[in-house]
């Protein structure tokens, strides 16, 4: 409904250029957006009001002319002028039943799909495959993935990328270990089943033997310089920490497979090209003995300008350096038109720099978007970023494995009687769904607190409430015996709790267009939310299963339909299953 008047405005420009009423230079952003109050109509833009001062005229003089040249449309049923000159849009009832019945019928939910679409990158998870997943990987993988399967759905060529870290000092540090450990006989495979474990190992025997520290520098350098013996030894560490991390990925019902790896160390062979490149464009300067780049829009303190370093003493590379592989990577052989990077605020200075090097070294084309999606902090209850008891960062495995554990319990004490195999097969998807809710639900640039009983409740903007909700309208087709995909009748609104539905369930594509433009999940959260509860009043208000009339039973049963459709695929979006059963 919104992009039908978005269209109706934009030819309506197009008229008045025509006629010479606007500048044929004029370029409006034309807004279009929801009203707060139904007396007010359904729709508003404030289109008049930013293009008076270029046509000349009053604003309500405009928005007169706006309305005079706007080209018929069954969709609307009266416009109204209110205010200093926004123009107010009043759907009309036959265009709501007609675009519900079409979401009915179609698989996608008459969701359109992008008349030009794009090639994106999304760069998300990226672990350090030296320790296990913990709290802190979670809202890159489960953001990014929500972000992923929402361009997807609506039509977009998308490209994961996992950039995950397996390069760098720490593991030379490693690798000493493991050869240690291979001199000894021991079983490295076993060895590595704990990552945390085998890391403090490690970095134990770092910290306190000189001799284990000078071999582990020394790896270091054999590696990147190819070393067949080292490499082996790396792939073996690489290959099980991967698989640790895929494990968690589909525990979490994240959609990254191993094909969409692509680590630091895939670019490592880019990375003198990249000092030659910079070094040939006059963009690399010498300080202390390092190669930095020196943009003029990035100051410190004392207004010192702040180095992008390249190379560092001695040689060694650094995050940046691979992030500008990466980026001329996705622009010369992906081809990308917009790289969304979902990393935590605290990068946010790199990211920065990296972007604005990136355009002025040419590595990346003016027209290709790079966007910094960037997230808060997960804390704990007591206002601090989030750890175990014992003070130590949280295994991502552990809080997963422990909010199945509470969810089973809490099914448990509602469904006493219920089969133990049902009761967790509802629990593993219950607490896994709490965690990334919770998560998803918040503001991405927001920090937020992690609480177990928090996301367990059944009450509120939570995933069991959701799920429930969606539970709730399938046992009415359960209990009516009715097919939902093959209902007969059309769709009418006759209460006020009807339009209420109808309209939110509309609402969603809004919302889609909100998580695929601004990479903001909890924008999806919200509308299911209000959605439920738009349910709620509606199934409270108005019978479903009773009374002679068959033609509002048939209607009735389509809006619940349509309410479980849009639920379970906002869910699905989400990266969340739903349940038949709670």
Request: hydrophobic share 40%; glycine share 6%; net charge negative.
């Amino acid at each position: 409904m919104k992009e039908n008047i978005q269209q109706l405005l934009e030819q309506t420009v197009a008229i008045l250029k025509q006629e010479n009423i606007l500048p044929a230079e004029a370029a409006p952003r034309i807004q279009v957006d929801r009203t707060k109050d139904k007396s007010h109509g359904d729709f508003a833009t404030n289109l008049a009001l930013m293009t008076a001062k270029p046509a000349g005229k009053n604003p309500r003089e405009l928005a007169q002319l706006i309305c005079q040249h706007l080209p018929q449309s069954a969709v609307i049923a009266k416009t109204e002028i209110a205010g200093p000159g926004f123009i107010n849009f009043f759907v009309a009832d036959n265009a709501l039943t007609d675009q519900l019945e079409a979401a009915y019928q179609d698989a996608n939910l008459n969701v359109s799909q992008v008349e030009t679409p794009q090639t994106i990158v999304v760069d998300y998870s990226a672990p350090n495959l030296a320790k296990e997943m913990h709290v802190g990987h979670l809202r890159s993988a489960i953001i990014g993935d929500s972000v992923v399967r929402t361009l997807e759905f609506l039509g977009h060529k998308v490209i994961r990328q996992n950039h995950v870290g397996d390069w760098g000092t720490q593991f030379g540090m490693l690798l000493t270990y493991m050869e240690r450990l291979q001199q000894q006989g021991g079983e490295i495979s076993m060895e590595l089943h704990n990552l945390e474990q085998f890391y403090r190992a490690a970095k134990q025997c770092f910290d306190e033997d000189e001799s284990f520290s000078t071999r582990a520098r020394e790896m270091v350098v054999k590696l990147q310089s190819g070393d067949e013996q080292c490499k082996a030894l790396w792939q073996q560490f690489i290959d099980i920490s991967l698989s640790h991390c895929q494990e968690t990925y589909d525990r979490l019902g994240v959609s990254l497979t191993r094909k969409d790896v692509m680590a630091e160390s895939a670019y490592n062979d880019d990375l003198v090209g990249v000092v030659e490149s910079l070094k040939e464009q006059g963009l690399l300067v010498e300080n202390d003995g390092a190669q930095c780049v020196f943009l003029e829009q990035f100051k410190g303190k004392n207004d010192e300008p702040l180095p992008i370093i390249i190379q560092k003493t001695g040689g060694g590379f650094l995050y940046a350096t691979t992030d500008m592989a990466a980026t001329r990577y996705r622009n010369d052989v992906l081809n990308a038109d917009r790289v969304l990077y979902f990393v935590d605020a605290r990068q946010s200075l790199h990211f920065q720099q990296i972007f604005a090097l990136a355009k002025k070294a040419k590595f990346a084309r003016e027209e290709m978007s790079l966007e910094h999606m960037a997230f808060g902090t997960v804390m704990g209850e007591d206002g601090k970023p989030f750890k175990t008891r014992s003070g130590e960062v949280a295994k991502l495995a552990d809080l997963l494995s422990e909010a199945q554990q509470r969810a089973f319990d809490l099914v448990k004490s509602k469904n006493p009687d219920m089969d133990e195999a049902e009761l967790k097969a509802i629990a593993d998807v219950v607490g896994i769904s709490a965690v990334k809710y919770a998560d998803l639900s918040k503001a991405r640039t927001s920090d937020y607190t992690f609480s177990f009983d928090s996301m367990l409740s059944f009450e509120g903007n939570t995933a069991p409430y959701i799920l429930y909700a969606y539970t709730r309208v399938a046992s009415i087709f359960a209990k009516a015996g009715v097919d939902a995909d093959n209902l007969s009748g059309e769709i009418s609104l006759d209460t006020e709790q009807e339009k209420a539905l109808g309209t939110k369930l509309m609402q969603f594509n809004d919302a889609l267009g909100n998580v695929a433009a601004k990479g903001l999940p909890h924008v999806m959260c919200t509308y299911l939310y209000e959605l439920a509860g738009s349910f709620s009043s509606f199934y409270e208000a108005c019978p479903i299963l009773v009374g002679d009339d068959e033609a509002v039973k048939q209607s009735r049963l389509k809006l619940a339909a349509l309410t479980a459709k849009t639920l379970q695929q906002g869910l699905s979006l989400l990266g969340i299953k739903t349940l038949e059963r709670m």
